[in-house]
């Protein structure tokens, strides 16, 4: 006489962090837990926003590069940031959520963009700072997303960072060319920018950990690898030593080489100017939305003939 043997079940919440565990990939197929589902709806949405609303402030200067050779290269940069947000769009898609739902969050302030875009872009130089120090500390916060366990999301950072680094490096030479060969207007120019953009740059990695409400769980799925106050010490340890080679000063009194730790130590951010710029008070939170809603709403009728055209194809075929 035989017996039949079961399979023990096995917990697919078990499973789900096996498969993370072992550095393996979530794919939209997998079982996975809602909060996971949630986290990089949030996360990927709102790093897609914050690509597409930052075509704004430096698209406000295409018209107005001071060369031809500049003015080409800043429209390719605006051109990349669009396809970025194209990439982060397809892969929120995959967790169930549309493009149109997307956008509503967006336009009725339900979802978030990166609160750096909500400051003007004052000068030509404002165009260097945002490549050295706002697509600087982009890539150091995206890097590790490389590797974030959701496969869409990690495949299409791969080739965001490739751009995002040479973003930087565009930005790093604007600034370079104006300080070294410029004149004393121009160099005074970057400085400002520099003045304006530091702290807003720090506050990209988002709130010191010990307030941060996300990157416990979000570490422990994978998603995120380094934590807000790591990836930030990592910013500024690396622009100080670029500072240097462009000759101007960060905005910080309280900046200096601790030996003891081995890293910068910076001045207290204004956490209160943060919160205020993320819950929309900034300089141009109402008028980014405005913006992105109005070219949404314009745009209309390029997606309903999209659609109609692709039905017909379909119709034909």
Same mark, same amino acid.
């Given at each position: 006489?035989?017996?039949?043997?079961?399979?023990?079940?096995?917990?697919?919440?078990?499973?789900?962090?096996?498969?993370?565990?072992?550095?393996?990939?979530?794919?939209? %197929?997998?079982?996975?837990?809602?909060?996971?589902?949630?986290?990089?709806?949030r996360q990927i949405a709102? %790093?897609? %926003?914050?690509?597409?609303?930052?075509?704004?402030?430096?698209? =406000?200067?295409?018209?107005?590069?001071?060369?031809? %050779?500049?003015?080409?290269?800043?429209?390719?940069?605006?051109?990349?940031?669009?396809?970025?947000?194209?990439?982060?769009?397809?892969?929120?898609?995959?967790?169930?959520?549309?493009?149109?739902?997307?956008?509503?969050? +967006?336009?009725?302030?339900?979802?978030?963009?990166?609160?750096?875009?909500?400051?003007?872009?004052?000068?030509?130089?404002?165009?260097?700072?945002?490549?050295?120090?706002?697509?600087?500390?982009?890539?150091t916060n995206q890097v590790m997303l490389q590797?974030?366990?959701?496969?869409?999301?990690?495949?299409?950072?791969?080739?965001?960072?490739?751009?995002?680094?040479?973003?930087?490096?565009?930005?790093?030479?604007?600034?370079?060319?104006?300080?070294?060969?410029?004149?004393?207007?121009?160099?005074?120019?970057?400085?400002?920018?520099?003045?304006?953009?530091?702290?807003?740059?720090?506050?990209?990695?988002?709130?010191?950990?010990?307030?941060?409400?996300?990157?416990?769980?979000?570490?422990?799925?994978?998603?995120?690898?380094?934590? =807000?106050?790591?990836?930030?010490?990592?910013?500024?340890?690396?622009?100080?030593?670029?500072?240097?080679?462009?000759?101007?000063?960060?905005?910080?009194?309280? +900046?200096?080489?601790?030996?003891?730790?081995?890293?910068?130590?910076?001045?207290?951010?204004?956490?209160?100017?943060?919160?205020?710029?993320?819950?929309?008070?900034?300089?141009?939170?109402?008028?980014?939305?405005?913006?992105?809603?109005?070219?949404?709403?314009?745009?209309?009728?390029?997606?309903?003939?999209?659609?109609?055209?692709?039905?017909?194809?379909?119709?034909?075929?």
């Amino acid at each position: 006489m035989t017996t039949t043997q079961t399979r023990p079940e096995v917990d697919p919440a078990d499973l789900f962090q096996a498969i993370i565990d072992a550095e393996q990939k979530i794919e939209p %197929h997998d079982w996975m837990p809602d909060a996971y589902r949630k986290t990089l709806i949030r996360q990927i949405a709102q %790093h897609a %926003h914050s690509e597409v609303i930052g075509m704004q402030p430096e698209a =406000n200067w295409i018209s107005r590069a001071p060369t031809l %050779h500049r003015k080409a290269i800043l429209m390719a940069k605006v051109q990349d940031e669009a396809g970025h947000g194209l990439y982060l769009y397809a892969a929120a898609e995959t967790l169930g959520i549309t493009r149109d739902e997307m956008m509503e969050l +967006l336009h009725a302030g339900k979802h978030k963009y990166s609160s750096i875009f909500n400051y003007p872009t004052l000068s030509w130089a404002d165009m260097g700072t945002i490549g050295w120090l706002v697509d600087g500390a982009a890539i150091t916060n995206q890097v590790m997303l490389q590797r974030a366990s959701y496969g869409p999301y990690s495949r299409a950072m791969v080739r965001i960072c490739k751009e995002e680094s040479f973003h930087q490096r565009q930005g790093f030479d604007i600034l370079l060319t104006m300080m070294m060969g410029g004149s004393e207007a121009q160099r005074e120019m970057v400085q400002d920018a520099v003045n304006r953009w530091w702290w807003p740059s720090l506050m990209m990695f988002g709130p010191n950990d010990s307030e941060s409400t996300h990157t416990e769980q979000s570490m422990a799925w994978k998603i995120k690898r380094v934590s =807000n106050d790591d990836l930030r010490q990592q910013f500024i340890d690396m622009t100080v030593e670029q500072s240097k080679v462009l000759g101007v000063t960060l905005p910080d009194p309280d +900046l200096r080489w601790n030996e003891e730790r081995g890293h910068y130590d910076f001045g207290e951010i204004d956490w209160d100017e943060f919160w205020a710029v993320v819950k929309g008070n900034g300089p141009m939170n109402r008028e980014r939305i405005e913006n992105k809603a109005g070219a949404w709403d314009d745009g209309a009728w390029v997606r309903e003939a999209a659609l109609a055209h692709s039905a017909k194809k379909r119709r034909v075929s």
